[in-house]
Nanobody
């Protein structure tokens, strides 16, 4: 598994971004996938996760109703559609491949991590 995240950038509050995470080695199709984020001075926190077939998704309460996680197995890519962005969403966003097939909240359940992509939301 080799994960490459992209799609971050600078956006005004209320705007949208879509993050992508591609597994260049194409070996994560049987794994749950997740997105985490880390803001300056804060611990990394869970954002969203999806099961290996995409049948199950879970979200942090802070993003529920605004963010949507999805995956295209044929493209080995996981997406995070982020709408109604708020300044509090500013962070480096990381994608990760889980050790198992389910969607998981705990970072310890993830084995492979991408390099992160910066999201900055201005007020």
């Amino acid at each position: 598994v080799q994960l490459q995240a992209s799609g971050g950038g600078l956006v005004q509050a209320g705007g949208s971004l879509r993050l992508s995470c591609t597994d260049s080695k194409r070996t994560s199709s049987n794994n749950g996938m997740g997105w985490f984020r880390q803001a300056p001075g804060k611990e990394r926190e869970f954002v969203a996760a999806i099961s290996w077939r995409g049948g199950a998704t879970i979200y942090a309460d802070s993003v529920k109703g605004r963010f949507t996680i999805s995956r295209d197995i044929a493209k080995n890519t996981v997406y995070l559609q982020m709408n109604s962005l708020e300044p509090e969403d500013t962070a480096v966003y990381y994608c990760a491949a889980a050790r198992g097939a389910v969607a998981a909240r705990d970072a310890r359940d993830y084995r492979y991590w991408g390099q992160g992509t910066q999201v900055t939301v201005s007020s």
